[in-house]
C-alpha cells in the first residue's frame, strides 16, 4: 500500500483489516524511547508528592470548614470506596479487601456511617450533591439488603440533586438484575461493567474468568432496567493479549454497543502490588506490542463510530462525554472523565482520596486503622496536599492537555496572574515533541496530535514540577 502523507510528516499505517480506519502509527524506536515511567495524572501534584506530615485530620477539617462557607447552593460530589471482593485478580491495580463474610461489610458499612457523620457535622447547611460514584473493590459485593442500607446512609445525610450524576462500577459475575434494579430506582442511571478481554487464555492468566454471554446478559438487565449510560472496561497490555484476539473482544463488545468503552492500559507494578508477581512477566507483551493492542483498538472503536475522549475513553457521539470533548469542556476526576467540573469531592471509606477547596485527602489504606480512627472520633486521614498557586496552575495545564489535548497557555497564565513567559523552559524542552509530531504549537497554544494522544502523559510530564525528585525510586507504571 502506498504510504499516504499525514499531518506531522507520518507514514500511514501498514494495511489494517477490512473496515478498520487508519490512523498514524507510532514508530518502534518512539515507542521505545516513550516507554518510560511516569504518572497517569488523575491528580497533579501526583499521590508520591502528598505527604503524612503537614496534613492530616485537621488541615482536612479546616478545609471542610471552608468548603462550608461556599453556601448551602454549591454542589457536592461523593466517591463512596466499597473494597470488598470475592476474589482477588492478578492483574488488580485498586485497593481491595477479599472476603466472602457478609458481615464484614455490615461492619464496614457503620463505620462509613460514622464517617459520613464526622464529615457532616462540619458541613452543617452544604448537603447538595449532583454526583455520586460507587467504586472499589466491587460494589455489588453488597448484597440488595447492604446496598439498600448503604443508599440510606447516604441519603439520609445528603440531598441527591434531581438529575444527579449517579454511578457505579459492577462486576458481572457477582451482580444481579435484581441488584441493579435497586440502584436504579434510586435514581443511578450509568453503570460501569468490568470485562477487561473474553478471550479465554488471557483470562486465564489474569484469574479472572468471565464469559461473554454473562457480560451480555447484564448488559441487557441493564438496558432493560433503563441504565442511561453503559460503560465497557477493557484493558489492553495483559498478558497472552494477541493482536488477533483483543480483535475479537473488541468485536463482541462492540456487537452490543455500549454508549462507552474504556480502554485501560494495564500497570503492572509488582512493587506496589505484590499479588501481581502471579504474572508472568514473560507473557506480558512489550512497549510496541502494548501500543499495537492500543491502536488496533483505537482504529476499531473510531471506525465503528465512537468519540476519542480523552487518553483511553471512547464514547457514542449521542453521549454527553463525546459531545463535551467535542467543544472541549471535558473534566477529569480520581474516577474518569466528567463532563461538569466536581467541585469539592467528599470521598469515604478506605484509600479514598477527598478534592476539597484546593486540597487533596486520602483515608488510611489498612481496614483496621480505618476503625481505629472512627473509634477515636478522628477523621481517618492518612495523607494530604495543599495545592500552592503554582500547583493549581500546572494542575489546569495537566488537565486541559489529559482531557481537551489542547491548551492555551496565554489564557491559563491570564487568569492565574502569573507571566505569559512562566512556562518558557517547559515549551522549549518539549520541542522533541513536536519534531517527532506529537504535538504542534502555535503561539502559546499547545495542542496533542492524533500520534501523540497515547503518549500525552510523556507531554503532561514537561510540566510536573515534582517529578525530577520522584524519578529516582520505582513510584509510576510505564507511560505506554
Ligand atoms: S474484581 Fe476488580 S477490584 Fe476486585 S480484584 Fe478483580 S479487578 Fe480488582
Redesign the pocket.
Known amino acids: 500500500m502506498a504510504e499516504a502523507p499525514l499531518e506531522g510528516g507520518l507514514r500511514a499505517a501498514p494495511p489494517t483489516p477490512a473496515g478498520v480506519r487508519e490512523l498514524p502509527i507510532a514508530e518502534e524506536a518512539l515507542i521505545r524511547q516513550l516507554a518510560r515511567p511516569g504518572p497517569r495524572y488523575t491528580s497533579y501534584p501526583t499521590a508520591p508528592a502528598w505527604r503524612t506530615e503537614g496534613f492530616g485530620a485537621l488541615q482536612y477539617a479546616e478545609r471542610l470548614q471552608q468548603a462550608e462557607r461556599q453556601g448551602p447552593a454549591a454542589p457536592l460530589s461523593i466517591y463512596v470506596h466499597l473494597p470488598f471482593?470475592r476474589?482477588?485478580?492478578r492483574?488488580?491495580g485498586?485497593s481491595?479487601v477479599v472476603t466472602g463474610q457478609s458481615q464484614k461489610v455490615d461492619r464496614y458499612l457503620d463505620y462509613l456511617a460514622r464517617e459520613m457523620d464526622l464529615v457532616t457535622a462540619r458541613l452543617p447547611h452544604r448537603r447538595r450533591v449532583d454526583q455520586l460514584h460507587l467504586g472499589?473493590?466491587?460494589p455489588t459485593w453488597l448484597d440488595v439488603r447492604q446496598l439498600e442500607r448503604l443508599w440510606q446512609l447516604i441519603s439520609a445525610r445528603f440531598t441527591i440533586v434531581a438529575g444527579a450524576d449517579l454511578a457505579l462500577e459492577v462486576?458481572p459475575r457477582v451482580t444481579s438484575p435484581e441488584q441493579l434494579a435497586l440502584l436504579h430506582r434510586c435514581g443511578f442511571a450509568r453503570v460501569s461493567m468490568?470485562v477487561q478481554d473474553f478471550t479465554p487464555e488471557v483470562q486465564d492468566a489474569i484469574g479472572?474468568q468471565q464469559s461473554v454471554e454473562l457480560t451480555e446478559a447484564l448488559y441487557r438487565a441493564a438496558r432493560a432496567l433503563g441504565y442511561r449510560t453503559i460503560n465497557f472496561d477493557l484493558v489492553y497490555g495483559l498478558p497472552r493479549q494477541r493482536l488477533e484476539t483483543f480483535a475479537l473482544t473488541l468485536d463482541q463488545a462492540l456487537r452490543l454497543r455500549p454508549d462507552r468503552l474504556a480502554l485501560f492500559s494495564y500497570a503492572h507494578v509488582p512493587w506496589m502490588r505484590p499479588h501481581q508477581r502471579a504474572i508472568d512477566e514473560a507473557e506480558l507483551p512489550d512497549a510496541v506490542h502494548k501500543v499495537r493492542l492500543f491502536e488496533l483498538a483505537r482504529g476499531k472503536l473510531l471506525t465503528a463510530g465512537y468519540v476519542q475522549v480523552g487518553m483511553d475513553h471512547f464514547a457514542l457521539p449521542s453521549d454527553a462525554l463525546a459531545q463535551a470533548r467535542l467543544v472541549h469542556r471535558l473534566h477529569r476526576n480520581f474516577q474518569g472523565y466528567i463532563t461538569q467540573p466536581s467541585g469539592d469531592t467528599l470521598a469515604f471509606g478506605i484509600t479514598a482520596i477527598s478534592d476539597v477547596q484546593a486540597a487533596y485527602a486520602q483515608n488510611v489504606k489498612r481496614i483496621a486503622d480505618y476503625y481505629r480512627h472512627l473509634d477515636a472520633g478522628e477523621l481517618p486521614i492518612e495523607r494530604g496536599c495543599a495545592l500552592t498557586a503554582d500547583d493549581l496552575l500546572r494542575r489546569d495545564v495537566i488537565h486541559g492537555l489529559m482531557c481537551n489535548f489542547v491548551v492555551d497557555l496565554e489564557q491559563l497564565t491570564r487568569a492565574h496572574g502569573v507571566s505569559p513567559h512562566h512556562f518558557a523552559a517547559e515549551v522549549a524542552a518539549l520541542s522533541w515533541a513536536e519534531e517527532q509530531g506529537l504535538m504542534r504549537r502555535v503561539g502559546q497554544t499547545l495542542e496533542i496530535l492524533p500520534l501523540g494522544q497515547l503518549f500525552v502523559r510523556n507531554v503532561a510530564m514537561a510540566f510536573d514540577a515534582y517529578l525530577p525528585a520522584q524519578q529516582a525510586r520505582p513510584t509510576f507504571s510505564s507511560t505506554v
Open positions: 471482593c476474589e482477588m485478580c492483574y488488580c485498586c481491595v472499589g473493590g466491587t462486576d468490568g479472572r
